[in-house]
């Protein structure tokens, strides 16, 4: 089993709408989670961190389920500029050695 | 805002030279990290740094890589004799102390290419 595992895509949406993405992890010890954002060719800039309550940035909502080991995604009316690949990603530390694990990211298309 | 920055953005060489990719991390940061990502695949962990040592490597992370940190500033990672699967995009990220350290950001890049 990969140990996080992302729907690949593509979401091709129209602006405004909303969508949303799911992750699953296997390590139980997983400590931090994270979506990170990535563009065509460019680096991952981190989106927003998970955590169990949930949190919320504007448009953009995550949701951790350990029991599941299930992390989420919501994007509320999509941008053009929201077009990018969201990477989900696990670190399995809880000091400060990290290591970040990544998914292969899903690819969302926004339409006008 | 501070931000990593990686020399240099493209990079080719031939099968066999050796590679020496260069990273300054943000200043006050204590951990430092490569990943690579071949196009189209996942990014991948390679080496974490702190403290002038390798806390953790990974499998790909081979005789052939080794990190430095040659000064306050600079943070390389070389490649001793590429081979053409070391052809990818290499990320430098690094992360602060305290509740900081969980969160990397990463530099933009240098994209390798092994003829």
């Known amino acids: 089993r990969k140990e996080v595992e992302q729907d690949p895509g593509p979401f091709n949406v129209p602006e405004g709408a909303t969508v949303a993405f799911n992750c699953t992890y296997s390590?139980?010890?997983?400590?931090?989670f994270f979506w990170y954002r990535q563009d065509c060719r460019k680096e991952p800039k981190l989106l927003m961190s998970v955590y169990s309550s949930g949190n919320e940035d504007g448009r953009f909502t995550a949701q951790l389920n350990r029991a599941s080991q299930y992390i989420s995604l919501l994007i509320r009316d999509s941008k053009l500029s929201d077009s990018a690949t969201y990477l989900c990603?696990?670190?399995?530390?809880?000091?400060?050695?990290?290591?970040?694990?990544f998914g292969t990211g899903t690819r969302l298309l926004v339409s006008p | 805002e501070p931000e990593v920055t990686q020399t240099p953005s493209h990079q080719v060489t031939q099968m066999g030279q050796e590679v020496i990719l260069r990273c300054v991390p943000i200043s006050n940061h204590l951990y430092f990290y490569w990943y690579r990502q071949i196009l189209g695949q996942k990014v991948e962990f390679l080496v974490s740094f702190y403290n002038n040592e390798i806390s953790e490597k990974s499998e790909i992370f081979d005789d052939q890589f080794s990190v430095e940190r040659p000064d306050g500033s600079n943070f390389t990672l070389k490649i001793r004799s590429t081979k053409l699967e070391d052809s990818a995009m290499y990320f430098c990220?690094?992360?602060?102390?305290?509740?900081?350290?969980?969160?990397?950001?990463f530099g933009p890049g240098t994209r390798l290419l092994v003829l």
């Open positions: 990220a690094s992360s602060g102390r305290g509740s900081n350290q969980e969160t990397q950001y």
């Open positions: 390590n139980s010890a997983s400590q931090s």
């Open positions: 990603v696990v670190n399995s530390r809880n000091t400060g050695f990290q290591k970040l694990v």
